[in-house]
């Protein structure tokens, strides 16, 4: 079964830190990877996508990918405390797949 | 822009009563649709995807189904529902074709008592 594993946290950091959000993933052939941020009762939200191996950047977000190791990875910078939320990490496990497999997320609390 | 709905927001139904939730988006044609379902503490669980008109697939069987009416329209049903039945339902799309980003509707929070 292709499995998507998340440290389930909760991870604090303190406001202006740098958050580290893991991930790794079991089916080698995967191409597609993806970040999502989750509000407490609201609907997961895009942040980053990722294809080929090393560092993406957009804005305070970094999103890292090492296929030898299979591994992804989410990094914030100057993390503020709306960043407070769950941060889900999904993987399309091989080529033309119609499905997302999704981590069951790390909650990360950023303290003021 | 494209746009997915879904209502209602939220909804309290006792056991046994039937289900009906509907997911439309604009904005773009022959979406891949999808539905999850989120319990309490939990991760994301795919119920059924739909790729085109008419088109179900399901990953959990379960006493839910859906239906795909018309190209930007995804019904999730249930006949009678169960106390398990309750938890946070999500719509999503992509586009036509392969599996991209995916994007999510608002969601439906579902009680049963």
């Known amino acids: 079964q292709k499995e998507v594993e998340q440290n389930s946290g909760p991870l604090s950091v303190p406001e202006g830190a740098i958050a580290s959000l893991n991930c790794t993933y079991s089916?080698?052939?995967?191409?597609?990877f993806f970040w999502y941020r989750q509000y407490s009762g609201k609907s997961p939200e895009l942040i980053m996508s990722i294809y080929s191996n090393g560092d993406k950047e957009d804005g305070r977000f970094t999103a890292q990918l090492n296929k030898a190791s299979q591994y992804v990875s989410l990094l914030i910078r100057d993390s503020q405390p709306s960043d407070s939320a769950t941060y889900l990490c999904a993987v399309v496990p091989g080529a033309g797949s119609y499905q997302l497999t999704f981590g069951k997320g790390t909650k990360l609390s950023v303290i003021p | 822009s494209q746009t997915i709905h879904q209502w209602p927001a939220t909804l309290v139904q006792p056991v046994g009563s039937p289900l009906s939730l509907e997911c439309t988006v604009e904005g773009t044609s022959n979406p891949n649709l999808y539905w999850y379902r989120q319990a309490a503490g939990r991760g994301l669980q795919l119920l059924f995807y739909s790729v085109g008109i008419g088109q179900i697939s399901s990953e959990v069987p379960q006493n839910l189904s859906a239906s795909r009416p018309q190209d930007r329209q995804f019904i999730l049903s249930s006949k009678k529902l169960l106390l398990s039945d309750s938890g946070f339902y999500l719509c999503a799309w992509t586009g036509a074709g392969k599996l991209d980003t995916q994007y999510f509707g608002p969601g439906t929070r579902l009680t049963v008592l």
């Open positions: 089916d080698r052939g995967s191409q597609s």
